[in-house]
């Protein structure tokens, strides 16, 4: 039987409490904190499985593309997977988990004019929402969606405002 990193969450905090109520430092459950807690590891997987998704594609768009100005860079900014970004001819997609049920993503141009001021091409967020069962279910403009999906969508965006001008 597999359990679920969240339930394994879930069951630790309540493990936790139930015992700190024994010793008397605490008079009831807080199901709100285990929440947060739950919605935390949750909010961490699913920018982890962006990430998986995400990396991939581009494994499989740069090994059918030639020429060196076409392929993407992928880069975890941190071990524990809060952030990624893409990048491609001077143009960024940055995915951001860094706050509990909101991930962030946003395509950046990088200005390199004498003011050096980076414009915002496109953003979007996805948010999660306990469901029945205080399940955690993602969503991006109030429609349920899954991390293949965003990585579809947000890859082939990223291609379209990154291309190049080059001509050979």
């Known amino acids: 039987m597999f359990t679920s990193d969240k ?20 008079s009831s459950l807080d199901i709100c904190s285990v929440k947060d807690e739950v919605l935390c590891t949750e909010t961490s997987s699913f920018v982890r499985a962006l990430f998986y998704h995400f990396e991939y594609l581009t494994k499989l768009f740069n090994a059918r593309v030639e020429v060196p100005f076409l392929k993407i860079k992928v880069q975890s900014k941190e071990e524990n997977f809060k952030s990624f970004t893409l990048s491609r001819n001077r143009i960024s997609l940055t995915v951001t988990g860094n706050q509990p049920g909101a991930i962030q993503l946003q395509g950046v ?3 390199s004019g004498e003011m050096g001021v980076n414009s915002v091409i496109f953003s979007g967020l996805i948010e999660g929402r306990f469901e029945t069962f205080d399940e955690v279910k993602w969503f991006f403009l109030d429609n349920p969606i899954l991390p293949e999906q965003v990585a579809r969508h947000y890859l082939t965006e990223f291609l379209q405002v990154s291309r190049s001008n080059h001509t050979h």
């Open 109 to 111: 141009r990088e200005d």
């Open 7 to 26: 339930t394994i969450k879930w069951i630790e905090n309540l493990a936790e409490q139930e015992c700190l109520i024994q010793l008397g430092e605490k």
